[in-house]
């Protein structure tokens, strides 16, 4: 009986391409059809004869378009360099009520990443794929989509993929710590409360992906509440679908700056602590359960924790890892003043943070800029800050970037502080 329709996902090379193609062999009396979906830039013609070729400019739109489609029972997930097993036979590819996802492991170094298989076309319809805009990268597209995935419907066996080749290049690995991180287990702790607060500034292409890193998390923020401060661009109605009148609120006003778009969301917090999320940026999975574990304890004078972040350069489609930027302790203003910014993250104790009367607005540029420098820079005089070495925060270089279009600023805000 022929019920499985081949995926083969994002393939650069022609040789691992074919070896893929090959290797569905072993499965050919149960195989309907294969699909390969490639970026528009790349080119595969030899071979691929009899074989449906598709292009994917959005992994996962193209997948919850094409999906519904298929006639075949299961849908079977090769990526990259993958192969089905030269041991493999059609009685491993089985699944047993409840299952519907059969799972394979990749392996990279001391990583080992949780990978679909084999998965129910029925359950594929009701579970959809991430955009790319609403991912930090596209190799998460999988992994992402899998931690939503209830445990008891997922079975996970070895040996049944191997790879052509594996790139273990510093950028690789990097995204592949993160992808791993997808794997942790949900948990309730009592740990103290914690709210996201986001604003956006025209930040269509980059928000969904901050927005989407919130809600992916293994602990659950108490809320997240988002602020569009007048957008140009369509960013305001693709933030409203995330709305949903409780943990996560949506709020819209005219354009007068960060500083006080954070203002106008500081009344709604309900949380101990509130973690500052920039638009353009986004968290690791386990960012939340990182965080709220350190804030168990601190002194009740701390009035914000911060540690380390990731760099990345926003590149056409995709973002490249250049570094970790280690953060280092903070003991008054002159420390304050000469640190290597931004101080990230950024979580403040809301009780002092709404002491101390918000965020700054100063004449300087109408507060539109270095609103994290202004507040730090009033919390400092009153309360200490506490460094602590974790790296959950991912910062993304763009041209778009507000800081970096106007870091020759940053001379003249310095005489206006007090």
Same mark, same amino acid.
């Given at each position: 009986?022929?019920?499985?329709t081949?995926?083969?996902i994002?393939?650069?090379?022609q ?24 970026? #528009? ?18 992994? !996962?739109q193209t ?15 090769? +990526?990259e360099?993958?192969? $089905? ?18 799972g394979?492991?990749?392996?990279n170094?001391d990583l080992?990443? /949780?990978?679909?298989? $084999? ?11 991430l ?5 930090p ?11 939503t995935?209830? #445990? ?14 594996k ?7 990097e ?7 997808y794997?942790?287990? @949900? ?6 409360? $914690? ?8 930040? !269509? ?11 992916l /998390? ?18 305001? *109605?693709?933030?409203? +679908? ?5 943990r ?7 354009n ?21 999320l ?9 960012a ?5 574990k350190?804030?168990? !304890? $601190? ?8 540690g ?22 903070i ?18 104790r809301?009780s002092?943070? +709404?002491? /101390? !009367?918000?965020?700054?607005v ?23 800050f ?11 270089e ?10 020759? @600023?940053?001379?003249?805000?310095l005489? *206006?502080?007090?």
């Amino acid at each position: 009986m022929k019920d499985i329709t081949a995926l083969l996902i994002s393939y650069s090379n022609q040789a691992a391409l074919h070896k893929a193609v090959n290797s569905l062999e072993a499965i050919s009396p149960r195989l309907e059809s294969t699909i390969v979906l490639r970026k #528009p830039n790349v080119a595969f013609h030899k071979g691929l004869n009899q074989i449906k070729v598709l292009e994917s400019n959005d992994l !996962g739109q193209t997948l919850n378009r094409i999906i519904p489609t298929i006639s075949s029972s299961y849908v079977l997930f090769l +990526q990259e360099t993958d192969y $089905l097993s030269p041991t493999i036979n059609m009685d491993a590819l089985q699944l047993h009520h409840p299952k519907t996802i059969l799972g394979s492991f990749y392996y990279n170094r001391d990583l080992k990443i /949780q990978r679909p298989l $084999l998965v129910s076309k029925e359950f594929l319809n009701k579970h959809r794929f991430l955009s790319s805009h609403q991912l930090p990268f596209e190799e998460a597209l999988f992994p992402s989509w899998l931690s939503t995935i209830e #445990p008891s419907l997922t079975s996970f066996k070895e040996n049944l993929v191997r790879q052509s080749r594996k790139n273990s290049s510093s950028h690789i690995m990097e995204k592949q710590k993160i992808i791993q991180k997808y794997q942790l287990n @949900k948990v309730e702790v009592d740990h103290p409360s $914690l709210s996201v607060l986001i604003t956006n500034y025209n930040m !269509g292409e980059y928000v969904e992906t901050a927005v989407v890193s919130c809600l992916l /998390q293994s602990e659950q923020v108490e809320q997240l509440l988002i602020i569009d401060d007048g957008s140009t661009d369509s960013s305001y *109605t693709q933030l409203q +679908q995330w709305e949903e009148g409780t943990r996560i609120r949506v709020f819209h006003k005219k354009n007068e700056g960060k500083a006080k778009a954070l203002n106008d969301l500081l009344p709604y917090v309900t949380s101990d602590f509130i973690l500052e999320l920039d638009a353009d940026d986004w968290l690791d999975p386990d960012a939340v359960s990182a965080i709220k574990k350190r804030l168990v !304890g $601190l002194p009740k004078d701390v009035s914000v924790l911060y540690g380390n972040f990731r760099k990345w350069k926003q590149s056409e489609g995709d973002v490249l890892y250049k570094r970790v930027m280690k953060g280092h302790a903070i003991k008054g203003r002159a420390d304050l003043l000469s640190y290597r910014f931004p101080l990230g993250p950024r979580i403040y104790r809301t009780s002092i943070l +709404q002491q /101390q !009367g918000g965020f700054p607005v100063i004449e300087f540029e109408k507060g539109r800029l270095y609103e994290d420098v202004s507040v730090l820079n009033r919390l400092i005089k009153t309360s200490r800050f506490s460094y602590q070495d974790f790296t959950v925060y991912n910062i993304r270089e763009h041209t778009e970037s507000i800081t970096k279009s106007h870091s020759s @600023k940053w001379n003249d805000f310095l005489k *206006t502080l007090d």
